[in-house]
Each structure stands twice: as C-alpha cells, then as structure tokens.
C-alpha cells in the first residue's frame, strides 16, 4: 500500500513511544508496527497540548462524572494535590480536535483509563485505583464530532 493510500491515524504519543504520559514514561504499543502497513501515524498528546508539563501530577475527572460533563462545564479535572486542571484538559481537547479536522482524520487510537483519552473507562475519581466507566476529555470531543476512537484494547478493530 502507498503513502498515498493510507489513512492518517491520531495516536495517543504515549502509545507511539514518546515519554508523555504523567510519569514521563511511554506506553509504547507492541502491535504499533502491524499498524504502519495500514495507517500514517500522527501522535498527540492532549495533555501537553493543554499546557500541562511532562512529567506532571496524576489527575482524574471528579467522582461519578466523565469527560463530557466537562466538556461541558458540569465537572472538573483534579490533579492528586488537589489543583484544577480542567482548562488544560479542554484546551488539549480543542487542540487535538483541531489536529484531526486540519488534517481530515476520522479515527484516533487512544490511551484507556486517562483522564484525557479514555475510551472506554477511567479512574473513578478517588486516585485509589479503582476504574469505572466513562471516557476522557479528548475522547468525548473526538467522539462529539464524528471522530471514531478506539482504546488500545480495541486495536484488533482496527
């Protein structure tokens, strides 16, 4: 298949290689090169992309609330000392959304359980642990605006 034929992807960087995620650490995906014979990879990380440093301090979404309850200003993000960090969340939101329409992608692989990028669950609020189901900030855009995105889990779907 040629450059030309493949379709652009959004990746969340973490699961590309790049040491963006909270701890500075990557996610890096084992199956990533069976994608590079299907997709041209473009990776983004919403929460540098919201001003947010790398590494930073964990944040989950407010217990019982999801990403789109602060999309649309009914919850906020919290870091683990206590620091709203909801425009940071909603401002890489936007940048990512931005990424995806500028560039014409219609799918985006991200990182389960992050605030930010959730697909499918997330932490449930209390940084004890525990997950629940909802989506991250991003994903609740992404998904707001036709964008289809698949977790990490879900690559096979792909």
Do not use: W
Not at 2 to 25: P, Q, R, W
Request: proline fraction near 3%; glycine fraction near 10%; include cysteine.
């Amino acid at each position: 298949m040629g450059y030309e034929e493949k379709e652009l992807l959004l990746i969340s960087a973490c699961l590309f290689g790049l040491c963006t995620a909270y701890d500075g650490k990557d996610r890096k995906l084992g199956k990533l090169e069976s994608l590079l014979d299907r997709y041209i990879l473009v990776p983004a990380c919403p929460e540098q992309l919201g001003g947010l440093s790398t590494p930073r301090t964990s944040a989950e979404i407010e217990q019982n609330r999801s990403g789109k309850d602060v999309i649309e200003g009914k919850a906020r993000v919290i870091t683990k000392d206590g620091r709203d960090v909801t425009r940071n969340f909603v401002t890489g939101a936007r940048q990512t959304l931005l990424i995806c329409k500028t560039l014409g992608i219609r799918k985006a692989l991200l990182k389960e359980r992050s605030p930010s990028c959730g697909v499918n669950c997330i932490y449930d609020g209390t940084f004890s642990g525990r997950i629940k189901s909802g989506e991250g900030v991003t994903t609740a855009l992404l998904k707001q605006h036709s964008i289809e995105v698949f977790s990490e889990e879900e690559i096979d779907e792909l």
